[in-house]
């Protein structure tokens, strides 16, 4: 008799729908905070490329991408709190 075991237990890689929701989750913060942000700082509308380019990888189902590159604009976001101490946070 073979094993039903699921493939992703015992491993640390998340499932998809855990990184799709992860993804979703970034993506919505910091866009409510790019909204909030522009009016105290108008230079944060720099960072809407980046999430367009996120939400294109979102769409394309490319979570892991995503992810990843939702991060990254969370990075900058921190760098910019460090030395703008008047946007709100995240």
């Known amino acids: 008799m073979m ?17 799709r929701q992860q993804a979703a989750a970034v993506i919505q913060r910091c866009y409510r ?14 960072l809407v490329p980046a999430l367009v380019a996120t939400i294109q990888q979102y769409e394309a189902q490319q979570y892991a991408a995503c992810l990843q590159q939702a991060l990254a604009v969370v990075a900058v976001i921190a760098e910019l709190r ?5 946007l709100p946070a995240l």
């Open 82 to 86: 460090a030395t703008v101490p008047a």
């Open 33 to 46: 905070w790019t909204e909030a942000s522009v009016p105290v700082l108008p230079q944060v509308a720099a």
């Open 3 to 19: 094993s039903r075991t699921p493939v992703n237990q015992g491993t640390a890689e998340p499932t998809t729908e855990a990184m």
